[in-house]
């Protein structure tokens, strides 16, 4: 999250069987289905438990979702997820598949997007979430590069 403002939890509510509803501050509401992390982690097992997940609420200062004493979620990571799920961004694995399947080198993918080389290694590293910007300028380029767009 790098210049904007990290994102911070005013409120959750459980939607449904490992769904949250979170809203931000400065930056919206997220409708957050945790259930493939809940399933593919074994620290969050207690969590497949429904009287156990709907104890979710905010942790201290906003900064996490917790559950009793026991499991805490940090809130970079649900907006991530909340980001990933909603379409707003992609993946850093999307990211490198997308560059890969292109056949571009770090740099030459941050020539094409009009990004730094840096900022390529950081998406796919997973340091920076991929904004919107360059998740629509990787559409673009597939769209130029199969003859859609003129």
Excluded at 75 to 96: C, I, K, M, N, V
Excluded at 114 to 124: A, L, P
């Amino acid at each position: 999250m790098s210049r904007a403002k990290r994102p911070n939890i005013v409120a959750v509510e459980v939607v449904a069987d490992h769904v949250l509803r979170v809203s931000w501050r400065d930056h919206g509401v997220d409708q957050i289905d945790l259930g493939p992390l809940i399933s593919a982690s074994r620290s969050l097992a207690p969590l497949q438990t429904p009287a156990i997940f709907a104890t979710a609420a905010v942790g201290e200062h906003g900064w996490t979702v917790a559950w009793n004493d026991d499991i805490e979620l940090d809130a970079d990571h649900l907006f991530r997820l909340g980001r990933y799920q909603a379409g707003e961004s992609l993946t850093p694995e999307s990211f490198r598949t997308w560059r890969n399947r292109h056949g571009l080198s770090q740099r030459s993918a941050a020539d094409a997007l009009g990004i730094s080389d840096r900022m390529v290694k950081y998406y796919e590293d997973g340091r920076h979430l991929v904004p919107k910007t360059v998740m629509l300028a990787c559409t673009g380029y597939d769209a130029l590069r199969s003859g859609i767009a003129a």
